[in-house]
């Protein structure tokens, strides 16, 4: 019903008036090139509308050159623009599309195949090495410090090679990639109540063992899941779970 709906609103705005939409544009953006969100900002129609019309960004703006051709008038490319900055925002929210399209910790490749809005280097740049670049990522989708409490531990373990706590500690430690693909697979959620940093102001999230690391569970991705900090915090070692 709802679908329908909106598909015939769609219909009723007639092209001409997407078309003078989008060149009211082209003149506000000084005939440069510019994105859906630009143009939802200054335009009486969404930027999303215009997608949806032609089948997607790129092709709306095919269209709107071909008009602008008409009146002997064109549209530059964007500049690259390498000094753009980014917010932390931007930043992170171009990462989860492609971490979920991908389903996995994009690899420079993958990430390149992604049609990214912002560019491999840039990550690199702004946050010293692409694994820094995730790791910020997943701090940030974890709510916070859980990482950098994790990566005390890992430090002090380091300092203590040789001695016999060692081995216990950093047996517990669960490896960077595993904690990824733990995050991964249940979406950056907690697997309890579904909250997550994203949408649930102060939720942190947790890596936890469901068979509890002192009575024996492992630390690989079958003994594992994503849990906040009050769920995670409710459950001691003698309460032991029915794994998914
Ligand atoms: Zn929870």
């Not at 420079?108 to 049609?115: A, F, L, N, Y």
């Not at 531990?153 to 001695?163: D, F, L, P, W, Y």
């Not at 706590?165 to 249940?186: A, H, N, Q, T, W």
């Not at 949408?199 to 492992?218: A, Q, R």
């Given at each position: 019903?709802?679908?329908?709906?909106?598909?015939?609103?769609?219909?009723?705005?007639?092209?001409?008036?997407?078309?003078?939409?989008?060149?009211?544009?082209?003149?506000?953006?000084?005939?440069?090139?510019?994105?859906?969100?630009?143009?939802?900002?200054?335009?009486?129609?969404?930027?999303?509308?215009?997608?949806k019309?032609y089948?997607?960004?790129k092709?709306?703006?095919?269209?709107?050159?071909?008009?602008?051709?008409?009146?002997?008038?064109?549209?530059?490319?964007?500049?690259?623009?390498?000094?753009?900055?980014?917010?932390?925002?931007?930043?992170?929210?171009?990462?989860?599309?492609?971490?979920?399209?991908?389903?996995?910790?994009?690899?420079?490749?993958?990430?390149?195949?992604?049609?990214?809005?912002?560019?491999?280097p840039?990550?690199?740049?702004?946050?010293?090495?692409?694994?820094?670049?995730?790791?910020?990522?997943?701090?940030?989708?974890?709510?916070?410090?859980?990482?950098?409490e994790?990566?005390v531990?890992?430090?002090?373990?380091?300092?203590?090679?040789?001695?016999t706590?060692?081995?216990?500690?950093?047996?517990?430690?669960?490896?960077?990639?595993?904690?990824?693909?733990?995050?991964?697979?249940?979406n950056?959620?907690?697997?309890?109540?579904?909250?997550?940093?994203a949408?649930?102001?102060?939720?942190?999230?947790?890596?936890?063992?469901?068979?509890?690391?002192?009575?024996?569970?492992?630390s690989?991705?079958?003994n594992?899941?994503?849990l906040?900090?009050?769920?995670?915090?409710?459950?001691?070692?003698?309460?032991?779970?029915?794994?998914?």
């Open positions: 019903m709802d679908f329908k709906f909106q598909r015939k609103r769609l219909n009723e705005i007639p092209e001409a008036k997407i078309l003078d939409e989008l060149e009211k544009a082209a003149k506000h953006f000084n005939y440069i090139e510019f994105g859906h969100r630009e143009f939802s900002k200054i335009a009486d129609i969404s930027g999303s509308l215009v997608k019309r089948g997607g960004w092709k709306g703006l095919e269209a709107l050159r071909k008009r602008l051709q008409e009146k002997g008038l064109s549209l530059s490319p964007r500049p690259h623009a390498p000094n753009r900055i980014y917010s932390d925002k931007e930043l992170f929210a171009e990462m989860e599309r492609i971490w979920q399209k991908v389903g996995q910790r994009p690899s420079k490749t993958e990430w390149e195949m992604s049609e990214p809005r912002i560019s491999y840039c990550y690199k740049k702004r946050f010293g090495g692409w694994t820094n670049a995730c790791l910020k990522f997943i701090e940030h989708k974890m709510g916070g410090d859980i990482l950098a994790d990566f531990i890992v430090e002090q373990a380091s300092q203590q090679v040789g001695k706590d060692y081995k216990k500690e950093s047996s517990r430690d669960i490896p960077l990639g595993l904690r990824l693909k733990v995050l991964s697979r249940d950056f959620r907690c697997s309890f109540c579904g909250k997550s940093p949408t649930d102001f102060g939720t942190k999230l947790h890596i936890d063992h469901v068979t509890p690391f002192s009575k024996g569970g492992k690989v991705l079958e594992l899941q994503t906040c900090e009050a769920c995670n915090l409710g459950k001691s070692d003698t309460f032991i779970k029915v794994g998914q």
